[in-house]
């Protein structure tokens, strides 16, 4: 009954995985793949290295540099994200009018295209033309070069993935919150619970199980959000906004020879780093007593 299931996972996931790790073993790039000029085909000469390009990169300073603004940029992403989807969560889960209205406004996000809305972002924080800095020039500032300078280029992106997570978070907790029953509001505030201490003992403990879930997808999904960082700064200015995952697709598509070779090592660090992650994170639930 799973072999069909199997079959497609090994085909789809399986040997991509492993010709990415085998390829991350050898010295392959553009000039010793196999490839074709015209009528003829030139057999690959590539040749098995074993881990020099892990080394090589273990070393590599850039490396480190990536890796500490992909953890800082996925905590504050995640964190943000998790904050304002719980918040919001919490004021549309009480009856109010126009609700249905505000909800659909707030999932519009997630309903756009990614590409689409980072493109009108880009558009947004144009130095010259956008409407941030008209507004700020407008009430007398300086316009800002959100794009350009390596600070605010990396709140740019950080504000950007916040505006593009907040609907999955939003939706997820929203639907937690409808499943704690009311009996439970009722008889701490009977009791005389104030809005903090409901928060704290009922909302919390209630989400807890769905959070836990939502965060650790959402930090996978961050760690690896190319489209974001690719399209608004294309990992500028001067390599500032480059994560791990931009690095790679630059190693494999954008630099002189292509280094294919060097890119798999990337993606196989990446994977290491989030399966790591995964295992920490669910075993520090088991040892607060969570079930996942």
Sequence with gaps: MTAPVAAVTAAIVGWPLVRGVWLSLTDADESNVERRIGVNTLPATYEFVGLDNYTAILRDSDFWDRLGWTVLWTASCVAV?????????????????????????????????????????????????G???????????????????????????????????????????????QSIPAEQYEAAEMDGAGAWQRFRHITLPGVRPVAMTVVLLSTIWTFNMFPVIFLLTRGGPAGSTDILVTEAFRLAFVSSPRDFAGSAAWGVLILLL??????AYRRALRRRGEVW
């Design 131 to 177: 409407i941030l800095n008209a507004v700020l020039r407008g009430q007398g500032i300086e316009g800002v070069s959100w794009l350009d300078d390596p600070v605010w280029a990396k709140v740019s992106v950080v504000a950007v993935n916040v505006w593009l997570g907040v609907p999955f978070m939003l939706i997820a907790m929203l639907g937690a919150l």
């Design 274 to 279: 989030l399966v790591l992650f995964a295992i």
């Design 81 to 129: 994200t998790f904050s304002l989807g719980l918040g919001l969560a919490v004021l549309l889960n009480r009856a109010f009018r126009g609700r249905t209205l505000y909800r659909m406004a707030l999932i519009l996000p997630w309903a756009i295209p990614a590409f689409v809305s980072v493109f009108a972002w880009r558009m947004i924080f144009n130095e010259r033309n």
